[in-house]
């Protein structure tokens, strides 16, 4: 295989954060996706100042050649009724199959620190403390993967920094007592090595269950600093915890990931996820970066 199954999209984070709406507070929907079919991606996520009109969302896409790949949702399944879960997942789905995509990505927010300011991401974490928790959100996944499954789509669960699926472990758990038809996994090898796990080892174990890639790198200077200063997720990012693969800066080894990804039957989207603050680090300048360092990479 030589990438030809693969896609290479850029999510809207790097412009403007959706959890941090102050970083890149200034930066326009217009400017987002100019600049990313600029730096020469073909698709991209959906972020908060994207236009709900699907219609106007379809045009201003196809005017800079992108499409819709993917997009975060909230699930809530150790908070909410299965019933609300449903309803907010079901909405998201009609979204995203007007726009054409195929993945439906996001990660278990209920009982996650990742949105808190104030809580250490190492010690806040959630947690699934009971079979009868795991039991509850596992089946809460994998009837969502089924709706998502009938239609066409798949459920792309997003493990991540200060939720309750956030080591290997949980999530060897996971995808153990999930339906692999109906549910699989958005692999982030940021996410994992900011995790204490290796990014390469998990990519070996998880390509054939993956159903979305989002590639970022870590800057180790800020991620020790993070521990030593028992800072929260969100600090971590303002303070630069994340980069673009290809900066010098960072410490995760690509070139064994795309081996991996080559010689996988990996079909779909590789996106560049690697939020930072804007007014540090220039989103179309570090889109480029990482576009260039892809390109070398895979020829795409």
Known sequence: MNFENIKLGVAPINWTNDDMPELGGENTFEQCVSEMALAGFTG?????????????????????????????????????????????????????????????????????????MDVPVFEGKGMLNTKDEWDSFTFGLNELGKIASDRGMKLAFHHHMGTCIQTIEETDRLLNETNPDHVYLNYDCGH??????????????????????????????????????????????????????????????????????????YAGWIVLEAEQDPAKANPLEYAIIARNFFRGLTGI
């Open 44 to 116: 991209c996520e959906v972020g908060n100042k994207f236009p709900r009109d699907t219609n106007v969302l379809k045009k201003a896409l196809e005017l800079r050649g992108l499409q819709i790949c993917n997009q975060w949702n909230s699930y809530e399944l150790t908070t909410k009724s299965f019933a609300e879960n449903r309803e907010n997942f079901s909405k998201l789905l009609d979204f995203l199959e007007i726009m054409g995509a195929k993945v439906i990505g996001g990660g278990e927010t209920g009982n996650s620190c990742q949105g808190k």
């Open 192 to 265: 994992f090595h900011f995790a204490g796990e290796d990014p390469v080892a998990a990519l070996q174990k998880y390509i054939g269950r993956t159903a979305h890639i989002h590639l970022k790198d870590v800057r180790p200077n800020v991620l020790q600093r993070v521990h030593d200063e028992r800072l929260s997720f969100l600090t971590a990012v303002k303070n630069g915890v994340f980069t673009v693969p290809g900066d010098s800066e960072g410490c995760i080894d690509f070139p064994s990931l795309f081996a991996i990804i080559k010689e996988s039957n």
